[in-house]
């Protein structure tokens, strides 16, 4: 039987369109709500996270070229659940993982967990990519939008979740989401998903995120990407409107003053922007405008990235 030495892979950041992302059981990380995310890179891929998986006499994890040396980290469980699948490639159940990002904006640890999966799933392409999943989250409780890419809808009832592909990439051809990127300290995560849970209002925004992501499934059935966008920044407005009134402010000043101006901009054309949990602000726009959105000189300080929506992540021949 052939043994190989190593697998490499590539998966591709993701941005939230249903926002509750990262409030999840803290022993299995099942998230408690049901959510939705878009993959995203730009135009020729470079946006990503690359991982490699690798034989080796001890284990050994990298993040960007730096050995984590924290026992307890969430990969370190991941690979050694996986452990006879390693032993069936490389003939031996000991391996080292290093991952490196490229460009990304925000939805790291999404892209990071679904290159494991992908890595894994090239090693034995019969394994079930949901189970994959549930393992993933151990990492990242929102993996599979990465893992499958395109528009995904994370269905979950608190218990049990289940990622749904409801549109591939090449459905949002039309489409590019114009990034900008702010300065502003980002809010830690903890900070958001210990807070929002305080609202009066909580119960009701799980129920919501349920029902947009409904509502963007119906829209994803008519091809209706406008639609899409449209209830992703409706879904932005509502989550952050929470977040400020329990003293979590993530759209600062400037980000504001952007977000006023592209409401003036869309009477000239459509767009539609969504802000998750960092000081980005994401702006959707048809191809035909790209440019005009492209050409704003006055950008309150932040700096523009233009973006494609990506596809799943995906493993390269072991080796």
Same mark, same amino acid.
């Given at each position: 039987?052939?043994?190989?030495?190593?697998?490499?892979?590539?998966?591709?950041?993701?941005?939230?369109?249903?926002?509750?992302?990262?409030?999840?059981?803290?022993?299995?990380?099942?998230?408690?709500?049901?959510?939705?995310?878009?993959?995203?890179?730009?135009?020729?891929?470079?946006?990503?996270?690359?991982?490699?998986?690798?034989?080796?006499?001890?284990?050994?994890?990298?993040?960007?070229?730096?050995?984590?040396?924290?026992?307890?980290?969430?990969?370190?469980?991941?690979?050694?659940?996986?452990?006879?699948?390693?032993?069936?490639?490389?003939?031996?159940?000991?391996?080292?993982?290093?991952?490196?990002?490229?460009?990304?904006?925000?939805?790291?640890?999404?892209?990071?967990?679904?290159?494991?999966?992908?890595?894994?799933?090239?090693?034995?392409?019969?394994?079930?990519?949901?189970?994959?999943?549930?393992?993933?989250?151990?990492?990242?409780?929102?993996?599979?939008?990465?893992?499958?890419?395109?528009?995904?809808?994370?269905?979950?009832?608190?218990?049990?979740?289940?990622?749904?592909?409801?549109?591939?990439?090449?459905?949002?051809?039309?489409?590019?989401?114009?990034?900008?990127?702010?300065?502003?300290?980002?809010?830690?995560?903890?900070?958001?998903?210990?807070?929002?849970?305080?609202?009066?209002?909580?119960?009701?925004?799980?129920?919501?995120?349920?029902?947009?992501?409904?509502?963007?499934?119906?829209?994803?059935?008519?091809?209706?990407?406008?639609?899409?966008?449209?209830?992703?920044?409706?879904?932005?407005?509502?989550?952050?409107?929470?977040?400020?009134?329990?003293?979590? +402010?993530?759209?600062? $000043?400037?980000?504001?003053? *952007?977000? =006023?101006?592209?409401?003036?901009? &869309? !009477?000239?054309?459509?767009?539609?922007?969504?802000?998750?949990?960092?000081?980005?602000?994401?702006?959707?726009?048809? +191809?035909?405008?790209? $440019?005009?959105?492209?050409? *704003?000189? =006055?950008?309150?300080?932040?700096? &523009? !990235?233009?973006?494609?929506?990506?596809?799943?992540?995906?493993?390269?021949?072991?080796?």
């Amino acid at each position: 039987m052939m043994t190989y030495r190593s697998i490499g892979s590539t998966a591709y950041p993701t941005i939230g369109v249903v926002l509750l992302g990262g409030i999840a059981n803290p022993l299995t990380r099942t998230p408690l709500h049901t959510s939705a995310g878009i993959a995203y890179s730009d135009s020729c891929g470079s946006i990503r996270s690359e991982t490699k998986i690798y034989r080796d006499e001890s284990m050994h994890i990298f993040f960007n070229g730096v050995e984590s040396m924290d026992e307890n980290r969430s990969v370190r469980r991941v690979l050694e659940r996986y452990s006879d699948v390693f032993e069936g490639a490389f003939g031996s159940k000991i391996v080292s993982y290093s991952s490196n990002n490229f460009g990304i904006l925000s939805g790291s640890s999404d892209a990071g967990a679904a290159s494991i999966g992908a890595a894994i799933m090239g090693l034995k392409p019969d394994l079930d990519p949901h189970d994959v999943e549930n393992d993933l989250r151990m990492v990242s409780e929102s993996a599979g939008r990465s893992l499958f890419g395109g528009l995904t809808i994370t269905w979950s009832d608190g218990y049990h979740a289940y990622t749904e592909k409801v549109l591939g990439n090449e459905a949002f051809s039309g489409y590019s989401i114009v990034a900008f990127a702010f300065d502003y300290q980002r809010n830690p995560s903890d900070i958001i998903h210990q807070n929002i849970v305080k609202s009066d209002r909580y119960d009701a925004r799980r129920k919501h995120a349920d029902e947009h992501a409904h509502m963007m499934k119906e829209y994803a059935k008519t091809g209706d990407i406008k639609g899409i966008f449209d209830l992703a920044q409706e879904d932005t407005e509502e989550y952050h409107s929470i977040l400020r009134e329990v003293g979590v +402010n993530v759209i600062k $000043e400037n980000m504001q003053k *952007l977000i =006023n101006y592209l409401k003036i901009l &869309k !009477k000239e054309y459509w767009n539609s922007y969504i802000v998750t949990g960092g000081s980005n602000v994401y702006v959707a726009v048809e +191809n035909e405008n790209v $440019e005009k959105l492209m050409a *704003l000189e =006055n950008t309150f300080g932040s700096r &523009k !990235k233009l973006l494609r929506v990506a596809g799943g992540a995906w493993s390269r021949r072991p080796e």
